[in-house]
């Protein structure tokens, strides 16, 4: 009897300790959320990236190369897709700003999306130079990313999109201070 007391008490204490090491192991703020995505994507943890991801129907999305995802399992066959195409991928974060108001938080991102491709025996490497922006929204005491844009940050395709004349001059104005933020490695 003794024993069973025991065993069920071992029990319960592990089942206890679980969800708090679960919670323990969630991003606390916005930029770690950030982050454990990047890495989430560059290790191809799907389930890590979903935790992280909002699952609304109407979230619109757009990646590189016009692609538009609406809701998540649009974007989730889209990364399942590219998962099983790329042998490996590397996301190092070159710079990161992130604002936050209450429960919002928005970002910009560079980082070089590196590719690797099966071509014969060999491995093709690509390396995407990538500019990102998104908005995440704290629920349930979890960041999710709800939105998100990403574009090149080098033209394509061999020139500028616009003119010398044509562009505007912009003084991009910093609407909080920020502090300068080491890659992630």
């Not at 995505?37 to 190369?65: F, G």
């Amino acid at each position: 009897m003794i024993c069973r007391k025991r065993f069920v008490c071992c029990v319960l204490t592990f089942f206890i300790g679980v969800p708090t090491a679960a919670i323990a192991s969630e991003p606390s703020d916005p930029e770690s959320a950030i982050r454990r995505m990047v890495r989430a994507n560059a290790e191809k943890d799907l389930p890590t990236l979903s935790r992280l991801m909002a699952h609304d129907a109407d979230i619109v999305s757009y990646a590189v190369a016009g692609r538009k995802y609406i809701g998540w399992t649009e974007l989730e066959k889209g990364m399942q897709e590219e998962f099983v195409n790329s042998q490996k991928l590397e996301i190092p974060i070159h710079e990161l700003t992130v604002w936050t108001k209450g429960d919002l938080a928005w970002y910009a991102m560079e980082l070089d999306y590196i590719r690797y491709v099966a071509e014969g025996s060999e491995l093709k490497r690509t390396v995407l130079p990538m500019r990102e922006t998104g908005v995440l929204e704290r629920r349930n005491g979890n960041w999710q990313l709800l939105s998100w844009h990403e574009s090149f940050r080098s033209a394509q395709l061999g020139g500028s999109l616009t003119s010398p004349s044509s562009a505007v001059n912009r003084n991009p104005v910093r609407t909080s201070p920020a502090e300068p933020v080491a890659p992630a490695r």
